[in-house]
C-alpha cells in the first residue's frame, strides 16, 4: 500500500510549478533579451540547414557531372586516347564549376591519367599535382598512385631525379598495399642513376614485400644482375 501523504506534502510548494514559476518569471522580466536569443537560435538554425541543404546539392550536382564525364571518357582511355582528350574538356567544365567538390578533385586525377596515356607529360604532371595538393583523407592509397604517376612522367622525360623524388614522397604516404611497388620505383631509379649500392637496398625492400609470384622472380633477377 502506498504511504499516505502528509499534511506537509500537500502544502509543500511543487518542485516542477515552482521551476516554471521562475522560467516565466524571468521571461516576464527580460522579454527583450529572451526574444533576441530565441531569433538568434532560430536563425542559427534555419543558417545551418540552409548551409546543410546548399552543400548537399553542390556535391550530388558535382557527382551527378563526374558520372557522365567519366562515363564518356573511360571508353575511350586506353583504346583511343586522342577521342578522350577530347571529351576532358568534361572534366575541366566540372572543376571550373564546382571546384572545392570531392568530384573536382577526382577530375584532377582522372585528367592526369588521360593525358599520361595520350603522351602528354607536362600536362599528366600538372594534373596530378592539383589532386595531389588538395587535403584531403587518404584511405584508398590515390595519393600513393597519383605521386608514382608523377614519377613515370618524369622517368619517361629522363628527368630521374625528379622521379626519385616523387616516388620517395609516393613511399611516405598511404601506401598499404603498395610498398612493393613503391620500392621496385625508388630501386629502378637509383639503378638508372647508375647507383647501385642504394638500388639493391631498395630491390631487397621491394622483395620482402612482394607476394606475386613473377615479381619475386623479377626483384631476384634484378639483384642477382646488380650483385
Not at 74 to 92: D, G, M, R, S
Request: aromatic fraction near 14%; charged fraction near 25%.
Amino acid at each position: 500500500m502506498a504511504d499516505k501523504l502528509t499534511k506537509q506534502d500537500l502544502e509543500g510548494p511543487d518542485v516542477f510549478q515552482s521551476t516554471v514559476d521562475l522560467i516565466r518569471d524571468y521571461i516576464s522580466e527580460n522579454k527583450k533579451r529572451f526574444y533576441s536569443i530565441v531569433s538568434a537560435i532560430a536563425i542559427a538554425a534555419v543558417l545551418a540547414f540552409g548551409i546543410y541543404m546548399y552543400w548537399s546539392h553542390y556535391q550530388y550536382s558535382a557527382k551527378t557531372m563526374y558520372s557522365a564525364a567519366w562515363k564518356n571518357v573511360t571508353q575511350n582511355v586506353v583504346t583511343n586516347p586522342e577521342a578522350a582528350l577530347i571529351n576532358i574538356k568534361a572534366f575541366q567544365e566540372l572543376i571550373e564549376k564546382y571546384p572545392h567538390s570531392w568530384s573536382a578533385r577526382m577530375a584532377y586525377y582522372h585528367m592526369g591519367n588521360i593525358y599520361y596515356n595520350a603522351g602528354e607529360l607536362d600536362n599528366a604532371i600538372a594534373a596530378y599535382k592539383k589532386f595531389v595538393g588538395f587535403r584531403m583523407s587518404d584511405k584508398a592509397g590515390l595519393k600513393f598512385l597519383a605521386l608514382s604517376s608523377i614519377g613515370y612522367c618524369y622517368e619517361a622525360k629522363n628527368d630521374y631525379k625528379s622521379a626519385l623524388d616523387s616516388f620517395e614522397k609516393a613511399q611516405k604516404s598511404n601506401n598499404v598495399g603498395f610498398e612493393s611497388i613503391g620500392y621496385g620505383n625508388i630501386a629502378r631509379i637509383h639503378e638508372l642513376l647508375n647507383d647501385k649500392e642504394k638500388a639493391l637496398e631498395y630491390y631487397h625492400k621491394a622483395l620482402d614485400d612482394a607476394s606475386d609470384a613473377s615479381k619475386v622472380i623479377f626483384i631476384k633477377h634484378k639483384i642477382s644482375s646488380l650483385s
